[in-house]
């Protein structure tokens, strides 16, 4: 799947003039509130109609306003999934499931809806009416109903805004699992980083109606401009063991091994383990007598200053960069140069997200 946005629009005092591409997988627009994510999401689902723009699906155009075409949402073939479930009521789960089947193609394998309960584990709520689901529940069963409609292309405007950490940490596996078991193409829309880095294959940054930047996880998320609170690195590995009775799971990276306090997790599991460069000390002898359960031994890739007297230590492992923010001062009494061996510090609770 490929898929082509261009878009300017004016809302208000608000301006949106965007546009990005994706070539299948999660893409996530990423950014704060106003940012435009929303705005740019309801234009792709024909929710909204832009003043100038196209949209093109796999050579199909949607939009054109130069010349002019404009094809309704209804038959685009889009799902779309709200931050409420919006399920509807007075209907039993079974029933707002067969709801979306209505508008799958007709040779759409009947199979799809087993299939799609079953990795969504909404299978022991069918006979159940939405008043009585959590709200992850509720997400679960509005996505299934997306995904039995067959769409090309799945939008998801966030999903998860609505629910408490508990409930998001219930369904992220769920999402989890629709990126790597479907072959539908997703447009994610978030603000939150822990839902970036653990789901999106590619990243569009936007600010202020403008696209910032484009790329993976790891290279957006490392950016300054990334909100000081969560900027870090997104490291890929595999589970190697999960320890039940202590809660913790041990997975492998590149060159190290790390322990994330989840147990939710199987080992030969991919998982992607987001890392907060404020929360990675350094240190130039492997400490001892530490609570901190990860010690990751590697050297200094390069060293940026980033102002206000900090600075920004990228740390080599293996093909891993981890980062770390500290203070120009530390760097100077470290005596810290490129190529010098190191070891980051990173307590196990800072990965709880």
């Known amino acids: 799947m490929t898929l082509l946005v261009e878009a300017r629009q004016k809302l208000g005092a608000f301006s949106l003039d965007a546009g990005f591409s994706s070539e ?21 689902a024909g929710l909204s109609k832009p003043d100038h723009g196209r949209l093109v699906i796999d050579g199909e155009v949607l939009v054109d306003t130069e010349r002019p075409i404009f094809v309704p949402k209804h038959k685009r073939r889009f799902g779309y999934v709200f931050q409420e479930g919006r399920l509807f009521p007075h209907l039993s789960v079974r029933q707002n499931l067969t709801y979306g089947r209505w508008f799958a193609p007709k040779n759409a394998p009947s199979a799809e809806f087993d299939r799609i309960i079953q990795m969504l584990g909404i299978d022991e709520l069918l006979e159940r009416r939405p008043g009585g689901l959590s709200g992850g529940e509720k997400q679960r069963v509005a996505i299934g109903r997306a995904l039995l409609s067959a769409p090309r292309l799945l939008l998801m405007d966030e999903p998860l805004a609505a629910l408490d950490e508990a409930r998001k940490a219930e369904i992220l596996p769920y999402l989890q699992r629709l990126r790597d078991e ?38 957006i998320l490392s950016l300054p401009s990334t909100d000081r609170r969560e900027a870090g690195a997104v490291l890929s590995g595999t589970v190697q063991m999960v320890d039940t009775a202590h809660g913790l799971s041990t997975v492998n990276l590149s060159a190290a091994s790390m322990t994330v306090p989840t147990a939710r997790l199987v080992a030969g599991q991919n998982v992607r383990i987001h890392i907060p460069e404020r929360d990675v000390m350094v240190a130039t002898i492997r400490p001892e ?20 007297g900090m600075a920004r230590i990228h740390i080599r492992s293996g093909d891993d960069i981890v980062l770390a923010r500290i203070t120009t001062l530390s760097v100077e009494r470290l005596q810290l140069a490129v190529e010098k061996s190191i070891f980051a510090v990173i307590k196990t609770v800072a990965l709880e997200r």
């Open 24 to 44: 299948g997988g999660v893409t996530a627009l990423f950014g704060r509130s106003g940012s435009g994510k929303t705005s740019m999401v309801r234009i792709i």
């Open 182 to 219: 479907t072959a539908t193409p997703i447009v994610y829309v978030s603000h939150s980083v822990a839902e970036v880095a653990q789901l999106a294959d590619k990243v569009v940054m936007m600010k202020d109606g403008r696209v910032e930047a484009t790329g993976t996880p790891s290279e």
């Open 289 to 308: 007598g530490l609570s901190a359960l990860n010690i990751i031994e590697g050297h200094v890739a390069s060293i940026e200053p980033d102002g206000e």
